[in-house]
């Protein structure tokens, strides 16, 4: 992939997005922490709506928003270098049971920085978006995923708290 077109662009919020379903529902199984827990399933159920917009956008653009976003060959190739390695690139690359037996805060800080990696790829897709639709959904997703980084640094400083 040379450039990310429009079409591609929301394949890999969908992805992101099933992808942090995933990560989520699992880190909520998996949590002894009742705290922890309902901001795991939280976040998951944000993302499963994150995904259903997107399913929902793509669906109603069709096959017509086929060109590469991005007002130059710079910021095309930006774009496209922002999802080459995935998002949640480390846990494609975890195996499933170290993925089991990862501790609450190793997970916690996986969410961060997948969070902030989304936010990275959702900015440069909504400032190089020429559809108002589809800018007005990353500009929301956007939103949403800041404040999914701040419940889950919120909650690692409460449990650094705890801990002393």
Request: proline share 2%; aromatic share 10%.
């Amino acid at each position: 992939m040379k450039y990310l077109s429009a079409k591609e662009a929301y394949d890999v919020a969908l992805n992101l997005e099933e992808e942090g379903v995933s990560f989520y529902e699992s880190c909520a199984d998996k949590s002894k922490n009742a705290e922890s827990r309902h901001i795991f399933r939280q976040l998951a159920s944000d993302e499963r709506e994150h995904f259903d917009t997107f399913k929902k956008l793509q669906s109603e653009l069709g096959v017509r928003d086929n060109k590469p976003l991005g007002p130059n060959d710079e910021a095309r190739q930006y774009l496209a270098n922002l999802v080459r390695p995935g998002i949640f690139y480390d846990l494609k690359s975890i195996p499933r049971e170290s993925l089991a037996a990862l501790t609450e805060y190793e997970a916690i800080h996986i969410g961060i920085q997948a969070e902030k990696d989304s936010i990275l790829f959702y900015t440069e897709a909504w400032q190089n978006s020429a559809n108002s639709k589809g800018k007005k959904t990353f500009k929301k997703i956007i939103l949403e995923e800041r404040r999914h980084l701040n419940f889950l640094v919120e909650r690692l400083m409460n449990l650094e708290k705890l801990k002393k």
